[in-house]
């Protein structure tokens, strides 16, 4: 009460000293009047803890359970974050699921860095002055008992390759008939074998230490995460 009681006389000083002060003098009108006191009212209810009728009176409790739903909420999505990522993210053996040909199996190899690549149809140019090539080897194998067409060339799937988790090469695409990017055949032989890659290129200073590489593959909608090394 005692508190409330000194609340009170603050705020009528302060109407005093609005109306009183030794600078020149301004008649207010009686609208003006109820605008500042209840301007000066309801600041004072606004920071007066000792009330809970206040005008914008806020629990101590209220404002710590709020930051703690706060902090549930973005933990929540943390972790709904890194599970949709651990989702996303497939084992190398899943590989022949992503490209989705019936019948065929595509497994990953090996990898090798080098400024020139050599197919047997087609010529690639060196790798840009600073750059150089990484080249993904795969090997394409029919695993049915029967032929198996295979069209990568128009069933458009992307390729992108995360080296040591900052930086991404892009793929050099060619009309190789070994590179998995365009592939085509009109009849894989029953349990034939098929030498494939990828090529990526990228900056040279970027594969002296190659601590880990993931294949991102995009498919339709899906991206898809495939880790290399």
């Known amino acids: 009460m005692k508190f409330k009681k000194s609340l009170v006389c603050i705020l009528l000083f302060c109407i005093c000293l609005t109306f009183s002060g030794c600078a020149k003098m301004y008649d207010l009108t009686e609208e003006e009047e109820e605008k500042i006191v209840l301007y000066s009212a309801k600041m004072v209810a606004k920071f007066n803890r000792a009330s809970r009728e206040g005008y914008a009176y806020v629990d ?54 080098t400024p020139t690549v050599a197919t047997p149809d087609v010529a690639v140019a060196d790798a840009t002055a600073g750059n150089t090539y990484i080249v993904l080897h795969f090997t394409a194998t029919n695993i049915s008992s029967s032929d198996v067409p295979v069209d990568l060339l128009n069933n458009v799937i992307k390729y992108k390759l995360s080296i040591n988790d900052n ?53 339709g909608n899906q991206v898809y995460s495939v880790k290399i090394q």
């Open 60 to 113: 101590p409790e209220k404002i710590e359970k709020a930051e703690e739903e706060k902090r549930a909420e973005e933990e929540e999505e943390a972790a709904k974050k890194a599970a949709e990522e651990a989702a996303a993210m497939q084992s190398i053996s899943s590989f022949s699921d992503i490209i989705g040909v019936d019948g065929m199996n595509f497994s990953y190899v090996s990898y090798e860095v």
């Open 167 to 219: 930086v991404t090469a892009e793929n050099y695409s060619t009309l190789s008939v070994v590179d998995l990017s365009t592939y085509y055949s009109d009849a894989v032989a029953a349990g034939s074998a098929e030498d494939l890659v990828l090529i990526f290129e990228t900056n040279s200073g970027y594969v002296e230490d190659i601590q880990n590489m993931v294949l991102q593959v995009t498919k």
